[in-house]
């Protein structure tokens, strides 16, 4: 989400592992990895990188928003290295891709990724279209169809609640809970899985729901099913 700003090597001195020294009196620890920073955090990441401002300016809303203890009282005393530095860690983090993850816990409840994606059902499909049209809105919803309660795991194998179309809670337990780092592999592993497969998983839906209203047209009397 952010670009490279350019940095010459002696700035890398002022990171020593994950601790800055912003001032003489105070440090802040930056994010190592996407598994620090959730869902919420990841959908303003998307919010701030739409702002027509300068890159300066959304280096300081990135860095207010995900490294503990800066704010606006003192965020204007870091020296611009030290800004850019931060800066630079957290757009590598940000962009790294991962494998599938396909199970986490939160609050001591197990939640799996849809084992049986090929096969998702008209209602799941219907409802992450529509929330697709404004992704960055309604991820974590889209993360609350996708991912449901285990019921039953052994053998490496696993199952998932059938789908209700109830996700308010669960969506909002994502958004403040879910690490940002099953959100992204989630993300990845749909963009691979490819348009074409996608495409034809819509379609193929499609004519389903058109079969189904056909059918529930003719039995309801509207019309004749003529061979």
Not at 68 to 87: A, E, G, H, Q, S
Request: glycine share 6%; proline share 2%; with cysteine.
């Amino acid at each position: 989400f952010l670009t490279n700003p350019c940095l010459t090597a002696g700035v890398f001195l002022f990171l020593y592992n994950n601790h800055l020294n912003l001032f003489n009196s105070m440090k802040v620890i930056i994010p190592q990895d996407l598994n620090e920073i959730t869902l919420g955090h990841m959908m303003q990441l998307a919010d701030i990188e739409k702002l027509e401002i300068e890159e300066i300016d959304k280096a300081k809303l990135v860095i207010k928003l995900l490294v503990d203890n800066v704010n606006d009282d003192n965020i204007d005393r870091i020296k611009v290295t030290d800004l850019l530095v931060m800066y630079q860690k957290l757009s590598v983090m940000t962009n790294t891709n991962t494998s599938l993850i396909k199970l986490m816990v939160l609050d001591g409840v197990k939640y799996g990724f849809n084992p049986d994606i090929q096969n998702i059902s008209t209602g799941e499909f219907m409802d992450i279209d529509m929330l697709c049209k404004e992704m960055d809105k309604n991820l974590h919803q889209v993360m609350a169809i996708l991912y449901r309660e285990v019921t039953t795991e052994g053998d490496g194998k696993y199952l998932i609640k059938e789908y209700d179309a109830k996700i308010e809670d669960r969506a909002k337990l994502f958004k403040e809970k879910m690490p940002a780092s099953v959100a992204q592999s989630c993300l990845v592993f749909f963009y691979r899985l490819g348009k074409d497969y996608l495409r034809g998983t819509m379609e193929s839906l499609k004519e389903e729901q058109k079969v189904k209203e056909v059918l529930a047209s003719v039995k309801g009397g509207d019309g004749i099913l003529s061979l």
